[in-house]
T-cell receptor
Framework: DTGVSQDPRHKITKRGQNVTFRCDPI?????LYWYRQTLGQGPEFLTY????????KSRLLSDRFSAERPKGSFSTLEIQRTEQGDSAMYLC?????????????FGPGTRLTVL | AQTVTQSQPEMSVQEAETVTLSCTYD???????LFWYKQPPSRQMILVIR??????QNATENRFSVNFQKAAKSFSLKISDSQLGDAAMYFC??????????????FGKGTLLTVNP
């Protein structure tokens, strides 16, 4: 399977703990996006990378959130000191080159539950 | 800022029948892209169809077609000959064609489609 993969698929943690999610994009894609989807809502943009550079972060991404994409390959999203409001599905998407016509391909998501 | 509104939280259709999902959006831009994505239960989101705003012709992909009304800022999805596998959450999404390099998607809240056998 050469699609976007995410790990883990599910994560249950206690409030105050740190969690880290991983996204592996389609291999030749240089754009990588993170979105968050809460129950009953559509996905909301969090941040995106062009190769290894993080070019924009949403105001939704508080200081407790950090994302990296070392060497422009896989990406990680870390949440420190988790809160119950962080419970959501975290989606990763990648696209080939960021041109106006390119398509974002989504991974299966990581569902986070904060107790 | 752009917004996307899907006014139908849930829709149902009989197998083999046709259903139309509604979407409206708000933007001040003249050039942009609109998408319909499908998210089956516990499965990843996949692109159903895409429409470029500068194209007057409505996009079609097999049983899926759109009715794009640019002046009305409306972008509905028609599913013909509905199949059980079409059951999913459907999201309408907007993307600028300019704005530097961030081609983030702005999504509506989704419409849950049920297909009855």
């Amino acid at each position: 399977d050469t699609g976007v993969s995410q790990d883990p698929r599910h994560k249950i943690t206690k409030r105050g703990q740190n969690v880290t999610f991983r996204c592996d994009p389609i291999s030749e894609h240089n754009r990588l996006y993170w979105y968050r989807q809460t129950l009953g809502q559509g996905p909301e943009f969090l941040t995106y990378f062009q190769n290894e550079a993080q070019l924009e972060k949403s105001r939704l991404l508080s200081d407790r959130f950090s994302a990296e994409r070392p060497k422009g390959s896989f990406s990680t999203l870390e949440i420190q000191r988790t809160e119950q409001g962080d419970s959501a599905m975290y989606l990763c998407a990648s696209s080939l080159d960021g041109t106006a016509t390119d398509t974002q391909y989504f991974g299966p998501g990581t569902r986070l539950t904060v107790l | 800022a752009q917004t996307v509104t899907q006014s139908q939280p849930e829709m149902s259709v009989q197998e083999a029948e046709t259903v139309t999902l509604s979407c409206t959006y708000d933007t001040s831009e003249s050039d942009y892209y609109l998408f319909w994505y499908k998210q089956p239960p516990s499965r990843q989101m996949i692109l159903v169809i895409r429409q470029e705003a500068y194209k007057q012709q409505n996009a079609t992909e097999n049983r899926f077609s759109v009715n794009f009304q640019k002046a009305a800022k409306s972008f509905s999805l028609k599913i013909s000959d509905s199949q059980l596998g079409d059951a999913a959450m459907y999201f309408c999404a907007y993307r600028t064609s300019s704005g530097g390099s961030n081609y983030k998607l702005t999504f509506g809240k989704g419409t849950l489609l049920t297909v009855n056998p």
